[in-house]
């Protein structure tokens, strides 16, 4: 149990940093790091990919919590736009959740996996993001749309959704750092719909004890405690880091990631 909990620590240490440093990614490392890791510890391997992205979904709620709190203090969050997309993001990850409950785990992985080379593609061509040319808080029905959508496939994933949130507000005239605080914040609301749909909606008896449907606590609890403490660090860093390097290093560990899946 000890090693267990170690390791679920450093998990959420990795994970953290990661979100310190781009705001994105460690969901994806955090789903692919324990689909390997649950089945040596009693987790059915037939669940453990829903149980990976179940737990990570639930780690969110808190790691997104203190980086929107941080970016509230700030100044960074626009909460009318928070306000217009919750209502679709709160549908959309009660849904998505609902509709990974009934794919098969070998599906699930190859959704994970193609995931992690889309955005890695994307991070190895893109280049440092301009700034907006506005800071209004985008509203409307489009937003609540537009968290549907970012709220369904960051529940069928195992991501906080910065990698849909922050793209989208900077193109509609954010400024980067307004549009990762206003994503983190909305992070809050996918891990909560989401992880709710997978403690809710999973058969009975989906995993053995210390579980919550399909979320096993000792790493959800163990992941969100470490990841808030580390991602200070991540942020520390990428203040010193060139962000074009930054971006090209992380998308080679996202595919590494993908791939680790595809081995599964």
Do not use: N
């Not at 889309?118 to 993001?129: F, H, I």
């Amino acid at each position: 149990m000890l090693t267990m909990l170690l390791f679920f620590l450093v998990l959420g240490a990795l994970a953290g940093v990661l979100a310190g440093l781009l705001g994105i990614g460690g969901g994806l490392v955090l789903v692919a790091a324990l689909a390997w890791f649950l089945p040596l510890h009693g987790v059915p391997r037939e669940a453990a990919m829903h149980a990976a992205l179940a737990s990570s979904m639930a780690s969110i709620i808190l790691t997104a919590g203190s980086s929107a709190w941080a970016h509230h203090r700030r100044g960074s969050v626009l909460w009318p736009t928070v306000g217009w997309m919750v209502p679709g993001i709160l549908i959309g990850g009660w849904l998505g959740s609902r509709f990974a409950i009934g794919l098969d785990g070998g599906v699930l992985k190859w959704c994970v996996a193609g995931y992690c080379f889309l955005v890695g593609t994307q991070m190895a061509l893109s280049g440092t993001r301009t700034a907006g040319g506005r800071d209004s808080a985008p509203r409307g029905a489009p937003m609540v749309a537009a968290g549907g959508g970012i709220g369904a496939v960051s529940a069928v994933v195992g991501i906080g959704g910065g990698s849909m949130t922050v793209p989208l507000l900077v193109w509609l005239g954010m400024t980067p750092v307004r549009a990762v605080g206003t994503s983190s914040a909305c992070g809050v609301f996918i891990g909560l719909s989401a992880a709710a749909g997978y403690a809710l909606q999973a058969p009975a008896g989906a995993l053995p004890a210390h579980a919550v449907g399909y979320v096993y606590l000792p790493a959800a609890i163990g992941v969100a405690v470490a990841s808030v403490f580390a991602a200070p660090w991540g942020t520390r860093l990428a203040h010193a880091i060139s962000g074009v390097a930054l971006k090209r290093v992380f998308a080679g560990f996202l595919f590494a990631v993908g791939l680790s899946l595809v081995l599964w």
